[in-house]
């Protein structure tokens, strides 16, 4: 029996004030993490003071989320053997142009492409729903940073209707992204995900990654007195690529910190590659 589609799932996201994370002050114009015990520390609910930043932090038990913020997940099995003896050039991975090398070692499967999307996309807005109400007390302007990839540029989207849609942010909202999304699995559940022209390679992850930079322009919409960016780290050597990444963790890291730490009238609704403001739509 096959799982219901994530749009249907609506759990309830709750953040108790006894366990926050206390974000250190840092220089303005810093980037590089710092490893976590040294950047965060636990602030309990009876403590004598309001600290002057407090960070959420998910994914942070292992690679780029042990440095801030990156918990994700591939969408596909994998014969890790098999794609290490492939020895893929990194600058293949980048371009896509390993689609046909990968479609012996690596298979997109429904139940995959369900727990992906879940994770990926539908994770980060039950979190960030979740928090809203503590983000919009902030008195400085709240810092919001979604962790997205190059897979999600949409020059990689076959589908020329759909990639102009997915350009104009004004026209989405939640619902129809989770439309989408359904059109999306049902696609792929029947075999048609090359024919109606969606990403082949890597479809679940790719697909995941688009929403979760339309999701952030939504928000930078919603929202003009936060700061809501999303960032890609780089080709980083982690689990989600199977360790094929040629950078470090805490190089990877630098994107999201110096987003979480933007000046007031930084930037909004932007993707930046690294470090640096990118194009993705």
């Known amino acids: 029996m096959s799982p219901s589609p994530p749009a249907r799932l609506q759990p309830r996201v709750t953040f108790p004030a006894a366990r926050m994370l206390h974000a250190r002050a840092a220089p303005a114009g810093a980037t590089r993490a710092s490893p976590p015990h040294h950047r965060l520390e636990a602030v309990s609910r009876d403590h004598e003071t309001i600290p002057?930043?407090?960070?959420v932090v998910t994914g942070?038990?292992?690679?780029?989320?042990?440095?801030?913020?990156?918990?994700?997940?591939?969408?596909?099995?994998?014969?890790?053997?098999?794609?290490?003896?492939?020895?893929i050039d990194p600058d293949m991975w980048l371009s896509g142009k390993a689609t046909h090398l990968l479609?012996?070692?690596?298979?997109?499967?429904?139940?995959?492409?369900?727990?992906?999307?879940?994770?990926?996309?539908?994770?980060?807005?039950?979190?960030?729903?979740?928090?809203?109400?503590?983000?919009?007390r902030s008195t400085s302007g709240a810092r919001i940073v979604n962790t997205t990839s190059l897979r999600s540029e949409l020059k990689r989207m076959p589908n020329e209707k759909l990639r102009e849609e997915l350009r104009d942010a004004d026209a989405w909202d939640e619902k129809r992204i989770e439309a989408m999304l359904e059109e999306f699995l049902e696609a792929l559940k029947?075999?048609?995900?090359?024919?109606?022209?969606?990403p082949t390679m890597?479809?679940?992850?790719?697909?995941?990654?688009?929403?979760?930079?339309?999701?952030?322009?939504?928000?930078?919409?919603?929202?003009?007195?936060?700061?809501?960016?999303?960032?890609?780290?780089?080709?980083?050597?982690?689990?989600?690529?199977w360790n094929t990444g040629v950078i470090p963790p805490e190089e990877g890291a630098?994107?999201?910190?110096?987003?979480?730490?933007?000046?007031?009238?930084?930037p909004t609704g932007c993707y930046f590659d690294q470090t640096e403001l990118g194009v993705a739509w």
């Not at 038990?61 to 003896?85: C, H, K, P, S």
């Not at 369900?114 to 729903?129: D, R, S």
């Not at 936060?226 to 780290?233: A, L, S």
């Open 52 to 55: 002057e930043r407090l960070a």
């Open 60 to 87: 942070g038990n292992r690679g780029i989320g042990l440095e801030v913020n990156n918990a994700g997940v591939g969408g596909v099995v994998v014969d890790q053997d098999a794609l290490r003896a492939l020895n």
């Open 103 to 136: 479609e012996r070692v690596v298979v997109q499967t429904y139940d995959e492409a369900v727990k992906c999307l879940k994770t990926n996309y539908y994770g980060i807005k039950w979190v960030i729903e979740g928090l809203l109400p503590l983000l919009k």
């Open 190 to 198: 029947h075999g048609r995900v090359e024919e109606e022209g969606w």
């Open 202 to 241: 890597l479809p679940a992850y790719s697909m995941s990654k688009m929403v979760v930079n339309l999701y952030t322009r939504i928000l930078a919409r919603r929202h003009p007195e936060m700061r809501v960016n999303c960032v890609h780290p780089g080709f980083v050597k982690t689990e989600i690529n």
């Open 254 to 266: 630098r994107g999201a910190v110096k987003l979480a730490l933007l000046p007031h009238d930084g």
